[in-house]
């Protein structure tokens, strides 16, 4: 495995476990056994109450120029003009596309498993769980997709909250 992809890999377990910890401290039931799918269709699988839960990991950065900055990339004069020229759109607004974006890739995709959620986790510092909050009823979940549930783990910190986007 090339290192882009264990950071993937790296990123997905770890996206897992938080929402996993924060499940069992909202629900009091909870998820165990983690491990990853190879190949990662879904990414992860785990138990709950017993039975096989698999859950399909996604990062929510804004673009691919805040994903490069929030992972740490060497950011070229451009990356950081575009990064600049994006500070100035609406902070909402961006959210809500990406969102809508994520929602729309993920649904495409399919699965050979009974049970699968889609598990969003917000990578983006300017983001946080109010705005997720305030926009939950506007983002839009494609008719047909493959997610029994989704949820929004709301930042990057080990003990973020997590918020049910579908079914309300």
Not at 34 to 62: F, M, T
Not at 121 to 148: C, G, I
């Amino acid at each position: 495995m090339n290192p882009t992809e264990q950071e993937k890999v790296d990123l997905e377990h770890q996206a897992a476990r938080v929402f996993m910890r924060a499940w069992e401290r909202q629900h009091g039931q909870p998820l165990r056994h983690i491990w990853h799918n190879k190949p990662s269709k879904p990414d992860v699988s785990c138990y709950l109450n017993g039975q096989r839960l698999d859950l399909e990991i996604a990062h929510l950065y804004g673009s691919e120029v805040e994903a490069m900055a929030i992972l740490g990339r060497d950011l070229s004069p451009a990356t950081h003009q575009a990064l600049l020229e994006l500070m100035q759109d609406d902070v909402h607004q961006r959210l809500l596309h990406a969102l809508n974006r994520i929602l729309m890739v993920k649904a495409q995709k399919r699965y050979q498993t009974r049970r699968v959620w889609l598990v969003i986790r917000n990578a983006n510092p300017l983001w946080h769980n109010q705005d997720m909050l305030a926009l939950r009823h506007h983002f839009t979940v494609p008719k047909d997709h493959p997610f029994e549930q989704i949820w929004m783990v709301t930042n990057l910190s080990n003990d973020s909250d997590i918020l049910r986007l579908y079914p309300d």
